[in-house]
């Protein structure tokens, strides 16, 4: 069973900042487009930000210009830098990997943005 274990979730003002991260295995992350999905409640999960083998990324249209997503080969990690949290920003982050259509996820993490 693959696991991706998310942390760095929290509780954070508006206007504040968190940085996810998720831990993959080796094998999934070199051969893996990795990155970031949320559900808020009574919502569908939305694609935030995803990071290809090249470098490529691609973000949700409501996180651009506040969010960041990286990885970090060396530690098969891969992080979600998020700046200017909003309240709507509320909800619980899934790291995600796609290995050649193969989907994977983690168990979430909260992310909370009250003031």
């Known amino acids: 069973q693959v696991q991706l274990v998310e942390s760095g979730g929290g509780s954070v003002q508006p206007g504040g900042s968190l940085r996810l991260s998720c831990l993959a295995p080796?094998?999934?992350?070199?051969?893996?487009?990795m990155g970031w999905y949320r559900q808020a409640p009574g919502k569908e999960r939305e694609m935030v930000a995803l990071m290809g083998l090249g470098g490529s990324e691609k973000y949700g249209d409501s996180v651009k210009g506040r969010f960041l997503v990286s990885r970090e080969n060396a530690k098969t990690t891969v992080y979600l830098q998020m700046n200017s949290l909003k309240p709507e920003d509320t909800a619980v982050y899934y790291c995600h990997a796609n290995q050649w259509g193969n989907l994977y996820w983690g168990r979430g993490t909260q992310v909370t943005v009250s003031s």
């Open positions: 080796g094998n999934i992350f070199s051969t893996s487009t």
